[in-house]
């Protein structure tokens, strides 16, 4: 060989040396680059899992509304308001990830203003679920599903993005790791080559003795080159005899394994530090490649190298502490001169930190494929049949209950026209363009075909879906079967015609009990009003009867009156049960009540020897009630302690607060007491509790009368009894504040009374008649009238007494009180419109029944106006202005012989 001179040998090496400085320059960047890469991929990865969890965070403040609106627990609201708070962190910090990315940050707008739109629903859909029920919400619940379908979209199209992005950027790194493991193998091939071309070189020149100093300079600067790479701590540098045992460890391999260069050199091949199981399955796999067997151990590592091919991959040493280490290795195969393999070169780099990626990849992609489930499972977990369709409408997904309505499988569905599902494809097709035309369609009514001909209900909710670029790409449906609802709606129509019968059958029985009890009453009063009549005359009679007469008299008037009470019992409980009775609550001074009760029952007890003990009443006590139903409850207990005493015993009535609104009033005996069995069957109807043999006469509906009627009132009734010692009967009803005047224009009344009704009148006094049989009432009245000079007061306690004081008075108008004991106001007001003595006066109605339905009632039965309490001073002025203004103009002239009652 012809030797170099020492000139050329210094070029050469000047090259050389700039060539691996530059190629070590390379190397140092792209090693540099790989960690850039897994910042980059962490930073990937970091939006990846942001945008997931905002998903999640999205489906639990679902979750929490459903719950809320299927169980009305706050609880769950709570836990929706926090994942809305989780959400908007989520979506502040993708702002700020996505900042080096204009197209993410447009989706981040994007779906900033989705989230909105749906959290908007959701509140929306509370406040009316709390207001209306679920029902009113259910049209927000379906489009708060769309909002939600678009956000899952969004979240899709930028998680795809970023998996992109993140696969681009993991194939540099992987690029560049290969790149540099080339790189450095190729230079430590070449710089050994030329090493040992200098070595012969050198060695010719030094048994030639005509070795330069220039050479030896450059042969130097080359072995410090070479201690550079092989000293390197980031490369792991293994090099082998032909027969595999280690002759070079350098300082990398040290470093990355943990073995001592000594420990290993000539001593293990780098298959004993490899896994057994890796090489093992390389070899098969190289057996296969190459159809011929491969052995195992170093021959698997170098078994490509040995044929001049290019071998870098994936190995796992086992280091000297027992971990493991992935590494990409360079397996390269050195030769001599004459091409006879010496040994094997393994270059390797530490390959942990793209497994962390791949395992972190791997992860991500797991969770993409869960995020891609569950929102397919919610999608196919919906009630309602789910429908997507192209602008042509063309369906292009659907979900599973579109299956089921259709008949159809979801691959023959999909690419059929939307319409051809349907009874009426012109109407499908309207619904589906006017979605497109003006955004959304809601409750449209459709009937959906399946392949076997049946038909569907269905309740067809529509709104148009866009792509990122807002371009409008076509229709999310949705269909819910409401075949049941329809055929609900047919069966509710059928059942209330049925009830209209049943009510017009009822009405009518009703009506003609009505009229039976009506016509019993006439027909029992008739023959026992001749009994008790032609009774009381014989008793009386001159000359008087005899003894025997007398006794036997005294029992036709005894067995009579109790007849005409059983009467009159009967038909109280009649009318309650059938709800005719009229209850006028107003309020009503209790002692005044008390006084007239007492009055009643005092000759009763009497004749039987009881002492009556009645408590002195707070004149402030007012309860609300009707003054007649009242009375008629008091004295039905009053007239049961009585007779139900023991001989010369005594009654006592006494009354307490209970509560703060509400009285107790407690009648007391001394009888025999009830035991806790009578006491259960005390309100049953014509229940005398075992008295059906004693000598009380009754008739075991007293009681039941007495119950219903204070309920009827608001109040309630009870009783508490000992036997030997007697029973407590009480009932509590509610307080009521004194009657007053309704202050609003009361100032302006007696102003205007005080001037211009005063100068009108002054000529001349006219008269209005007052029939009310509430103490309380009357004075208030009086207190009213008082202040107008041109009008005279004239009082009656009840309908006969007034229709008497009409008939001889003449006033000129009558004020009447609806309820009225014994003959109501509208009886009393029939009795005076068929007198022609009384038919032209105006009669007002003043009273508490003030429901619309009692207006209408009193203004049909010919009131000329109807009045309520409590009164209303302008109202009530007005009114009687109006009646005085018609009395005068349709009134009868007085002539010289009427009586003045003024």
């Not at 709104?463 to 269909?479: C, K, N």
């Not at 009497?606 to 009630?625: E, N």
Request: charged share 25%.
């Amino acid at each position: 060989m012809k030797a170099i001179s020492v000139e050329r040998l210094t070029l050469i090496g000047f090259g050389i040396t700039l060539l691996a400085l530059l190629m070590i320059g390379g190397i140092a960047w792209n090693i540099a680059v790989p960690f850039d890469s897994v910042k980059s991929i962490e930073h990937t990865r970091q939006i990846i899992e942001d945008l997931s969890e905002l998903s999640v965070k999205l489906s639990e403040a679902e979750n929490g509304q459903k719950a809320y609106f299927l169980t009305k627990e706050d609880s769950y609201i709570s836990q929706r308001n926090d994942s809305l708070t989780d959400l908007a962190k989520l979506i502040q910090h993708l702002h700020g990830l996505t900042r080096d990315n204009a197209q993410q940050q447009a989706r981040m707008l994007q779906l900033q203003k989705a989230v909105d739109e749906r959290v908007a629903i959701m509140h929306e859909g509370q406040k009316q679920f709390e207001a209306r029920g679920f029902a009113a919400t259910r049209a927000l619940f379906n489009a708060g599903l769309l909002v939600s379908s678009r956000v899952q979209t969004i979240l899709t199209d930028a998680i795809i993005d970023e998996q992109v992005l993140l696969d681009e950027r993991k194939l540099k790194a992987a690029f560049r790791i290969k790149l540099v493991v080339g790189s450095v193998g190729f230079l430590l091939v070449f710089l050994l080559l030329w090493a040992l071309q200098i070595r012969r070189a050198t060695l010719g020149r030094m048994a030639g003795e005509q070795t330069s100093l220039k050479v030896r300079e450059v042969l130097l600067k080359m072995g410090a080159l070479q201690d550079a790479i092989f000293n390197s701590p980031n490369f792991s540098i293994i090099a082998t005899d032909a027969q595999g045992l280690i002759q070079i460890f350098n300082v990398g391999a040290e470093h990355m394994l943990g073995y001592d260069a000594a420990d290993v050199v000539n001593l293990i091949s780098p298959a004993d530090i490899s896994d057994a199981d890796e090489l093992a399955a390389r070899a098969v796999a190289l057996s296969a490649e190459f159809n011929t067997p491969v052995a195992l151990g170093f021959d698997a590592l170098i078994f490509k190298a040995m044929r001049s091919l290019e071998d870098i991959h994936e190995l796992t040493y086992i280091c000297r502490d027992g971990s493991r280490l992935q590494a990409i290795v360079s397996v390269t195969a050195l030769r001599d001169a004459q091409g006879v393999v010496i040994g094997g070169l393994l270059i390797g780099t530490d390959n942990t930190a793209r497994k962390q990626v791949e395992a972190e990849q791997a992860l991500l992609d797991q969770r993409l494929r869960d995020q891609q489930f569950y929102t397919r499972s919610l999608i196919e977990a919906n009630i309602d049949a789910l429908i997507t369709t192209d602008l042509n409408g063309v369906i292009s997904d659907v979900n599973h209950q579109m299956e089921a309505i259709t008949g159809c499988t979801r691959d023959e569905l999909i690419g059929a026209p939307f319409k051809n599902y349907f009874t009426e494809p012109a109407a499908a097709e309207l619904a589906m363009k006017r979605a497109l035309q003006t955004g959304k369609v809601t409750n449209c009514e459709l009937t959906a075909i399946a392949k076997d001909g049946k038909e569907t209900e269905i309740s067809y909710n529509a709104s148009t879906i866009y792509d990122r670029e807002r371009r409008l790409q076509g229709v999310f449906a949705s269909a819910r079967d409401v075949t049941e609802y329809k055929l609900f709606e047919q069966r509710l129509q059928s059942s209330n015609v049925e009830l209209e019968l049943a009510k017009a059958v009822a009405e009518k029985a009703n009506l003609a009990k009505s009229e039976f009890l009506s016509s019993m009453s006439h027909e029992l009063r008739t023959p026992l009003n001749a009994v008790l009549g032609f009774a009381q005359l014989m008793a009386s009679d001159n000359p008087p009867p005899s003894d025997n007469q007398k006794l036997s008299i005294d029992q036709i008037l005894q067995a009579g009156w109790y007849l005409l009470r059983l009467i009159n019992e009967i038909l109280d409980l009649a009318m309650i049960e059938s709800g005719k009775v009229t209850i006028s609550k107003e309020s009503i001074l209790l002692s005044d009540v008390l006084l007239d009760c007492h009055a009643m029952i005092e000759p009763q007890a009497q004749t039987r020897g009881i002492k009556m003990i009645f408590p002195t009443i707070d004149l402030s006590l007012y309860v609300f009630a009707d003054r007649t139903r009242l009375k008629q409850v008091m004295v039905n207990l009053l007239s049961n302690a009585i007779k139900y005493n023991q001989h010369e015993g005594s009654v006592t009535v006494e009354y307490a607060m209970h509560g703060e609104s509400r009285i107790r009033i407690c009648v007391k005996d001394a009888g025999k007491g009830l035991s806790p069995d009578q006491v259960a069957q005390l309100f049953q109807p014509f229940n005398r509790l075992g008295q059906d043999a004693g000598n009380e006469e009754g008739t075991g509906i007293g009681l039941v009368v007495t119950k219903q009627l204070i309920e009827l009132m608001g109040g309630s009734i009870g009783v508490e009894s000992d036997v030997g010692v007697g029973s407590v009967f009480w009932i509590e009803l509610a307080l009521a504040s004194a009657p007053a005047l309704h202050e609003e224009g009361a100032d302006e009344f007696v102003v205007e009374a005080g001037d211009e009704r005063q100068a009108a009148h002054a000529s001349s006094q006219r008269s209005l008649l007052y029939v009310e049989d509430n103490p309380a009432n009357l004075a208030l009245v009086e207190q009213l009238i008082a202040r107008r000079s041109d009008l005279k007061l004239l009082t009656a306690v009840d309908a006969h007494l007034g229709i008497s004081t009409a008939q001889v008075c003449k006033p000129d108008v009558i004020l009447m009180d609806i309820n009225l004991p014994g003959l109501s106001g509208f009886g009393a007001l029939k009795i005076l419109a068929n007198d022609p003595l009384t038919a032209h006066i105006p009669v007002m109605a003043l009273s508490a029944n003030a429901m619309p339905r009692d207006i209408e009632k009193g203004m049909d039965a010919g009131f000329f106006r109807y009045l309520t309490k409590p009164i209303k001073v302008n109202e009530f002025m007005d009114a009687l202005d109006l009646a005085l203004h018609h009395a005068k103009e349709h009134g009868l002239v007085r002539t010289k012989g009427d009586i003045d009652c003024n």
